[in-house]
């Protein structure tokens, strides 16, 4: 079965600063997508970004970015310019082919003023 | 402009009286979702609904079903809730059963069971 980890339960910077969250994951077929969810406190989950594992190209999505390693299972997420609003709990999630999201335990993310 | 909706947003219910949580929504979606949340933890997939089609985890506890009405409509009814399934419930939807479908997930439901 497939797994994902985020060893950081909480991590904490200052605004403008950048910042990286760390995903792993574990499986052993070669196609699949992985992604980072964000879900603010009190408020529903969005899609930060999303990564196909057959594109070596990593994704980017304006102060968002990912840097995918597949050989070493490896996907985490680098936060520009942090903001205030960025604060957030963050979970990094796997998913191979079909919709069924296996997610991490999340990263709790804070940004200070 | 609300896409997922879910009612209520906090619900308290007690230990074995059956409580049912409404999720709607306005994309027009295939697919939709419940996921359980746990304080601390990861969200667990529950089951899905593609159209009409039902499909359970198999390790989603026969107390969790599930009503898809119509396409807007998902309920999730706990039949006799229990301490342990005091958590966050979120409904999802997307477009089709694919993993370039982004998921859209509604704000959730936050039982507590006393």
């Known amino acids: 079965a497939q797994t994902v980890t985020q060893s950081q339960p909480e991590m904490s910077v200052q605004e403008a600063e950048t910042v990286t969250l760390s995903c792993t994951y574990d499986?052993?077929?070669?196609?699949?997508?992985l992604f980072w969810y964000k879900q603010p406190p009190s408020r529903q989950m969005i899609l930060v970004i999303r990564?196909?594992?057959?594109?070596?190209q990593n994704a980017t999505e304006n102060r968002f970015s990912v840097n995918f390693q597949k050989a070493a299972k490896s996907f985490s997420l680098k936060i520009s310019d942090s903001q205030l609003g960025d604060t957030a709990m963050y979970f990094c999630?796997?998913?191979?082919?079909?919709?069924?999201?296996?997610f991490g335990q999340g990263t709790r993310l804070t940004i200070n003023p | 402009d609300a896409m997922v909706i879910q009612n209520p947003r906090y619900q308290v219910t007690q230990f074995g009286k059956p409580v049912t949580l409404s999720c709607s929504q306005t994309l027009n979606h295939n697919v939709m979702y419940w996921y359980q949340q746990k304080s601390s933890q990861a969200p667990k997939l529950l089951f899905h609904?593609?159209?009409?089609?039902?499909?359970n985890e198999a390790d989603t506890p026969d107390n969790f079903q599930s009503r898809r009405p119509n396409t807007s409509f998902c309920f999730l009814d706990i039949r006799s809730p229990g301490l342990g399934d005091a958590a966050m419930y979120l409904c999802?939807?997307?477009?089709?059963?694919?993993?370039?479908?982004?998921?859209?997930f509604g704000p959730g439901t936050r039982l507590t069971v006393l």
């Open positions: 999630a796997f998913s191979q082919g079909a919709q069924k999201l296996v």
């Open positions: 609904y593609y159209d009409k089609d039902f499909n």
């Open positions: 499986t052993s077929e070669s196609n699949y997508y």
């Open positions: 990564q196909e594992a057959y594109k070596q």
């Open positions: 999802a939807t997307s477009a089709d059963w694919k993993s370039t479908d982004t998921q859209y």
